[in-house]
T-cell receptor, first 116, second 113 residues
Framework: SAVISQKPSRDICQRGTSLTIQCQVDSQVTMMFWYRQQPGQSLTLIATANQGSEATYESGFVIDKFPISRPNLTFSTLTVSNMSPEDSSIYLC?????????????FGQGTRLTVV | DAKTTQPPSMDCAEGRAANLPCNHSTISGNEYVYWYRQIHSQGPQYIIHGLKNNETNEMASLIITEDRKSSTLILPHATLRDTAVYYCIAHKHGSSNTGKLIFGQGTTLQVKP
């Protein structure tokens, strides 16, 4: 299994500022995933981050708003830029381990962001 | 990945079996049925997955109908700690897709004493 640490666990930020969320995994993984969970809602995939290449964003998410770095096989960051209250959500990092068909996804505890 | 449909909420008495249904009528032959759960204020946790055979592990059993259009997750002896949102996900593995999960709204299971 993979152990994922996210920092910070929570933050309260002023609108117009940016926050960078860190995700550290205890083993090397090819792909890391970033999700958003708005209040009372399910998880929505933001992007897939591969080491050595640009992140792939899902429909409705753009690099200017959510830039992602993936400098090595155990670490990634997600930045929420120019924040507004609508960005208040839980942001989660995930990795997949085990080859198909026995792949499992592991998640961090999430970063609870409140924008005021 | 195929769309899944789950009831929004269910109750279960502590110590009894919890049976959580999932409809995935458009599932394709190479899509697996995965179940995850999210306990309040935590990230989702893997429970079980299967293709067409019934599966059992230490957490739960997964029953998939013969036509694969629906499945049921069974928690044999629910405890208060099983109170969570349960997500059923149809997922196709692929080089760019494995681990990339599309979550529906899930079922909120409330286990009551």
């Amino acid at each position: 299994s993979a152990v994922i640490s996210q920092k910070p666990s929570r933050d309260i930020c002023q609108r117009g500022t940016s926050l960078t969320i860190q995700c550290q995994v205890d083993s090397q993984v090819t792909m890391m995933f970033w999700y958003r969970q708005q209040p009372g809602q399910s998880l929505t995939l933001i992007a897939t981050a591969n080491q050595g290449s640009e992140a792939t964003y899902e429909s409705g998410f753009v690099i200017d708003k959510f830039p992602i770095s993936r400098p090595n096989l155990t670490f990634s960051t997600l930045t929420v830029s120019n924040m507004s209250p609508e960005d208040s959500s839980i942001y989660l990092c995930s990795v997949a381990q085990g080859g198909p068909p026995n792949t499992e996804a592991f998640f961090g505890q999430g970063t609870r962001l409140t924008v005021v | 990945d195929a769309k899944t449909t789950q009831p929004p909420s269910m109750d279960c008495a502590e110590g009894r079996a919890a049976n959580l249904p999932c409809n995935h009528s458009t599932i394709s032959g190479n899509e697996y049925v995965y179940w995850y759960r999210q306990i309040h204020s935590q990230g989702p946790q893997y429970i079980i997955h299967g293709l067409k055979n019934n599966e059992t592990n230490e957490m739960a059993s997964l029953i998939i109908t013969e036509d694969r259009k629906s499945s049921t997750l069974i928690l044999p002896h629910a405890t208060l700690r099983d109170t969570a949102v349960y997500y059923c996900i149809a997922h196709k593995h692929g080089s760019s897709n494995t681990g990339k999960l599309i979550f529906g709204q899930g079922t909120t299971l409330q286990v009551k004493p």
